[in-house]
């Protein structure tokens, strides 16, 4: 068992730290105000291979491993802890790498390459109105075959990016029914672009946190696709789905280690200065005490996390894991990352007092961001649970087993 960092890793964290810390952080909060993402921002994040990293070097990726790109994702949650470039970059990371995979090289060819340039958006579209975590009850979606193209109607909503891939171009990966017998196994995955497209109403949300990314919806009626647009197989996109949202999770644990460390040093600087009673707040225990276990928290998390990606990386380069020790491993991450993200700055919201309620200082963003993590992006904490339990037990003791 090692717990050291190669050489290729240190260099890429300093890279990425260095240039988060130079580029992102003093922008955050313009970013959280104007509720965009500079353009000059997203081209230095692709310059550097921060865009789709996990997509192979032949669409303009860096083909890198999921440790790698966790570090990345911990460095970018660091310098924003509103974690709005956060998200950015895990929903195309993720998503990206599943196109990449399951993708025909028409649709490959045509959109990773302005994804990993930055002038485009891979996102992915599964919540609908009536739910989101029940996929088997909620998705009610249809796509139908005429001839050789899929024509799609529903409606989508609660997804990340809608806005950029409406303005850039690109596509949103969508669950859809083509089979209603068969449940689960029933949903196909396609490649929806969402720019100029005939059939195609966004509809924007605004969030309270995360707010330089887009949130809202889209109605599709009779959105007419070519065959190519289809990922994988035809009644395989519930697995496809389930392979991208392992992914997500163990970005998402990432991010929320670097925000909460974030937030924890910033808290720890103002401890030691600020004086209450003539001490500083640093030498009283009712402050030490819940520090150290925030600390040990963020801690455990990261060592989850940063296992929940090695396994991923000896399933995708070693055949050594299966994705039932995958959906494990990220669940756990993915369970406890938000949790712990939010008790820590929220305590740091307390050590602050009255300042900690205000926009001067960053702790409000972190907040508002990292709790789209615990309500539900990605899954819900509960999800997290059924998740660890189905992998457990076996999807027989489930309620949607069929």
Known sequence: MDFSWTDEQMLWRKTVHDFAQKKIKPRVREIDSNKKIPKEIIRDMAKLGLLAPTVPQEYGGSGVDWTMACIAAEELGRADISLAIPVLYLVETAWGYILSRYGTNRVKEEYLPKVTSGDAFCGIAVTEPTGGSDIVGAVSTEAVKKGNNWVLNGEKMFISGVAESNKWGGVHLTLARTDSSLGYKGFSFFAVPLKDNPGITVTLLEDMGRMGISTGGFVMKDVNLLGDYLIGEVNR???????????????????????????????????????????????????????????????????????????????????????????????????????HAFEVMNEVADWLGAAGYTKEYPIEMGIRGVRSYSIGAEGTMNIMRIIIARELLGREFLPYNK
């Open 237 to 339: 996109g519930f697995y496809y789905a389930m392979e991208g949202f392992s992914a997500a999770r163990v970005l998402i644990g990432a991010t929320c280690v670097g925000a909460a460390e974030a937030a924890l040093e910033f808290g720890i600087e103002h401890i030691k200065t600020r004086k209450a009673f003539g001490r500083s707040l640093a030498s009283y225990e009712g402050i030490q005490f819940p520090l150290a276990e925030h600390y040990i928290n963020i801690e455990a998390t990261k060592l989850l996390t940063y296992r929940a990606a090695w396994v991923m990386d000896k399933m995708y380069r070693e055949n050594k894991f299966t994705h039932h020790d995958v959906a494990i491993a990220a669940a756990i991450s993915k369970l406890r990352a938000p949790i």
